[in-house]
């Protein structure tokens, strides 16, 4: 009975800690069940906190040993726009506690930062949705062009030069290399100072494949050159498709602008140059262009012969160098454009106007004829942006033409002078024989190095005696317009016989330029020299050569567009056997002083029919007999070397 007792007794303990551990389990389940009431409870207080100023580098675990002993529940780590860590971070708690207790951290460090702790009220689902990062434009990004195409265009970009560097200090960096048809430095517009970005275009595309090489990564003014080939933006423009003929010719035009070859510096307009004559004779433009008188071609060949010798006085008197103005100007200015085919309404006032919009105008100068103008900017990047954008533009309806004016065209503080009286009449034989070349004064040197120029060579030879000239032969270059090519030979013309002799003994086999010099006189006279090619000369007589006539001018044309300079005594048109003439005429004059007059008129830039005349002075025998006995001379030489050439030989009969 003891024992039963002692085993219910057991029994009943076992089944009530077996219903006491049911009812734990039931506790815990309400427990559970209480808490996950709380959770989902959405009146409940928030209990949360925000930390800012943490390093950009903390991890969540940094974050909750900051944070000991409390247990957050859950950590948010934040980012920014460009999604990188922000330095806030949300933290959720449990209890009131908690919260009471991270607030107690606020102005803690962690590390060496500052780390501000408040209480965070709103919930994630009230707080704004993270920004998505903004997307900003894509940098705009200039390709390089392949190196292949350097070969091509010649055009170099550099960066990263010197804020101090100017276009001088690039041409003398890349003119070893090579020619240099342009060195562009880039300016602000509107600080006017230098971008430290440059263009340099070769003139041949080898150049620039060289100074590419050797000066990529090289120090320049304390600074790393970056030298990379540059695209052609011109030439991809000109190209592009979807455009009207029109705007192709037009592209083309202006892509060309700057090109020598398509310059003629003393151009005039014909519509011009009729408006004013007719406003200087107090006629109507009608009565100029009157097509029932006698010869309008003619009367168009005065009147611009006349705006012409206008506009030069005018030019001089406002301290312009004629000189310069050369057929065969080598050098250009690069801040003074020469502005043509004007219209006759135009003003000085608005063509300063035009050219303001592009830079500060320093000088203007526009003669009464209004048929050209010169134009002086303030820097070399002003003056070409002009250039650039008002090249072929239309003014008044009418395109204007563009050129650079030749360098050094404005004296350098000369004053204004007064219109200069006409000068007396000279004695032109006098001036004749004064200028007269003496025989045996010439030495012909040959061997001479293709880079030689002709001031290395009067250096050489001055050394001897006074020099008159100096001129080194040239050809046209075939591959650059408007470029010349040595052809390795000289004339170099002494003042006194005496200074050749001596020359001869002691420059024979003088070593320039790595070529050792070949000298012999000369049975011809110097050609003057390249200062003077292209401008009036001293008189030789009173005959003159009339070259580039057009097949429409008539004999009876010539007598009276010569006659007006004087009395003449013949006028000769070589003619063909169909009759037609030969595009040339002889025209002689009763005295040296009136063909004189003719010849300084008219040599500039006069036309007759649409083609510019080229007067030139003829030898006492230069008749049309004495070109037909020439030519006649030369056909037969031809014909005994053809007879040469062709002749049999004659077999060795052993």
Same mark, same amino acid.
């Given at each position: 009975a ?5 085993v219910g007794?057991g029994?009943?303990?076992? !089944?009530?800690?077996?219903k006491?551990?049911q ?16 959770k ?9 906190v925000?930390?800012r100023?943490?390093?950009f580098?903390?991890t969540?675990?940094?974050v909750r040993?900051f944070?000991?002993p409390v247990?957050?529940?859950?950590i948010?780590m934040?980012?920014?726009?460009m ?5 806030r971070?949300? &933290? ?6 908690d919260l ?11 590390g060496?930062?500052y780390?501000?702790v ?5 919930g994630?689902?009230?707080r704004?949705?993270p920004r998505?990062?903004?997307q900003r434009?894509?940098? !705009? ?5 392949p190196a ?7 055009r170099?970009? &550099?960066?990263n030069?010197?804020y101090?560097c100017?276009e ?11 020619p240099?048809a ?9 600080t006017k100072?230098s971008?430290?970005?440059?263009f340099?275009?070769f ?5 620039a ?5 050797a ?5 320049f003014q304390?600074r790393l050159?970056h030298?990379l %080939?540059?695209?052609?933006r011109?030439?991809e ?8 003929f029109?705007?192709k010719? @037009?592209?083309e035009q202006k892509?060309?602008?700057?090109d020598g070859y ?5 151009f005039?307009r ?12 107090g ?14 071609a &003619? ?9 012409v010798?206008?506009?030069l006085?005018f ?5 312009v160098?004629?000189d310069?103005f050369d057929?065969?100007v080598?050098?250009r200015?690069?801040?003074?454009i020469l ?7 135009t003003?000085?006032p608005?063509l300063?106007?035009?050219?303001a919009k592009h830079?500060s105008v ?6 009464p004829s209004?048929?050209?103008a010169l134009?002086e900017l303030?820097? %070399?990047?002003d003056?070409?942006a ?5 090249a072929y533009r239309?003014?008044?309806n ?12 404005f ?9 200069a009286k006409?000068?007396?009449a000279?004695? #032109?034989?006098? &001036?004749?024989?004064?200028d007269?070349? @003496?025989?045996g004064t ?9 880079t030689?120029?002709?001031?290395d060579l009067a250096?050489v030879?001055?050394?001897?005696g ?5 001129r080194?032969?040239t ?10 090519l040595?052809?390795?030979f000289?004339?170099v013309e002494?003042?006194r016989? @005496?200074?050749?002799?001596?020359a001869? !003994?002691t420059?024979q086999?003088?070593? #320039?330029?790595d070529h050792?010099?070949?000298l012999k006189v000369?049975?011809r006279?110097?050609?003057p020299?390249a200062?003077k090619?292209g401008q ?11 070259r580039?006539?057009?097949f ?9 567009l010569?006659s007006?300079?004087?009395q003449?005594k013949?006028?000769?048109i070589p003619t063909k056997?169909?009759?037609t003439?030969?595009?040339?005429a002889?025209?002689d ?9 003719a010849?300084?008129a008219?040599?500039?830039?006069t ?13 006492d025998? @230069?008749?049309v007999?004495?070109?037909?006995? !020439?030519t006649?001379r ?9 007879a040469?050439r062709?002749?049999p030989k004659?077999?060795?009969p052993e």
């Amino acid at each position: 009975a003891g024992a039963g007792a002692g085993v219910g007794t057991g029994a009943s303990k076992s !089944k009530s800690a077996a219903k006491a551990t049911q009812h734990n389990d039931s506790d815990d389940d309400e427990g559970d069940d209480e808490d996950k009431e709380k959770k989902e409870d959405p009146s409940a207080p928030r209990l949360t906190v925000k930390l800012r100023g943490l390093p950009f580098k903390a991890t969540e675990d940094e974050v909750r040993e900051f944070l000991l002993p409390v247990k957050p529940r859950a950590i948010r780590m934040t980012l920014d726009r460009m999604n990188r860590p922000s330095g806030r971070v949300f &933290v959720d708690l449990n209890t009131e506690a908690d919260l009471t207790a991270c607030l107690s951290r606020s102005g803690d460090y962690m590390g060496d930062r500052y780390i501000e702790v408040t209480r965070e009220t709103s919930g994630p689902e009230d707080r704004p949705a993270p920004r998505e990062p903004e997307q900003r434009p894509p940098k !705009k990004v200039y390709p390089a062009a392949p190196a292949d195409d350097l070969a091509e265009t010649g055009r170099l970009f &550099v960066r990263n030069l010197s804020y101090a560097c100017t276009e001088d200090d690039l041409k003398k960096l890349f003119s070893p290399f090579g020619p240099l048809a342009e060195a562009t430095l880039l300016i602000d517009k509107e600080t006017k100072k230098s971008k430290a970005l440059a263009f340099v275009t070769f003139v041949m595309a080898p150049h620039a494949v060289a100074a590419y090489t050797a000066l990529d990564g090289q120090i320049f003014q304390g600074r790393l050159l970056h030298v990379l %080939p540059s695209r052609n933006r011109k030439a991809e423009e000109a190209s592009a498709d979807g455009k009207t003929f029109k705007q192709k010719r @037009e592209s083309e035009q202006k892509a060309a602008s700057g090109d020598g070859y398509n310059w003629n510096t003393l151009f005039v307009r014909a519509d011009t140059v009729a408006t004013a004559t007719a406003a200087a004779h107090g006629i109507t433009k009608g009565e100029v262009l009157d097509p029932e008188a006698d010869s309008l071609a &003619v009367r168009m060949s005065l009147a611009e012969t006349n705006v012409v010798a206008e506009n030069l006085e005018f030019l001089r008197t406002h301290g312009v160098d004629l000189d310069v103005f050369d057929t065969r100007v080598k050098e250009r200015s690069d801040t003074v454009i020469l502005v043509k085919n004007l219209p006759y309404a135009t003003t000085e006032p608005e063509l300063r106007a035009l050219f303001a919009k592009h830079g500060s105008v320093v000088r203007l100068v526009l003669p009464p004829s209004r048929t050209v103008a010169l134009v002086e900017l303030s820097t %070399p990047q002003d003056a070409r942006a002009a250039f650039r954008g008002l090249a072929y533009r239309r003014f008044h309806n009418e395109p204007i033409y563009l050129e650079w004016a030749p360098a050094r065209v404005f004296k350098a503080g000369a004053p204004i002078e007064e219109p200069a009286k006409p000068a007396p009449a000279l004695d #032109l034989g006098a &001036v004749h024989d004064e200028d007269e070349v @003496e025989a045996g004064t010439t030495l012909f040197v040959k061997n001479l190095n293709f880079t030689t120029k002709e001031e290395d060579l009067a250096a050489v030879f001055a050394r001897v005696g006074a020099l008159r000239s100096v001129r080194i032969a040239t050809k046209k270059d075939p591959k650059n317009a408007g470029g010349l090519l040595s052809m390795g030979f000289a004339f170099v013309e002494f003042q006194r016989k @005496e200074d050749v002799q001596e020359a001869l !003994k002691t420059l024979q086999g003088t070593n #320039l330029d790595d070529h050792a010099l070949e000298l012999k006189v000369s049975n011809r006279a110097a050609a003057p020299s390249a200062e003077k090619r292209g401008q009036v000369t001293a008189a030789g007589g009173s005959k003159l050569i009339v070259r580039n006539l057009a097949f429409e001018a008539t004999k009876r044309d010539m007598q009276q567009l010569f006659s007006t300079f004087g009395q003449l005594k013949t006028v000769r048109i070589p003619t063909k056997a169909d009759g037609t003439h030969r595009g040339f005429a002889f025209v002689d004059f009763l005295t040296k002083q009136e063909a004189k007059n003719a010849f300084e008129a008219m040599a500039g830039s006069t036309h007759l029919y649409g083609r510019r005349l080229v007067l030139e002075w003829a030898k006492d025998d @230069e008749s049309v007999d004495a070109l037909r006995a !020439k030519t006649a001379r030369k056909f037969e030489d031809t014909s005994a070397n053809e007879a040469r050439r062709t002749r049999p030989k004659i077999a060795d009969p052993e």
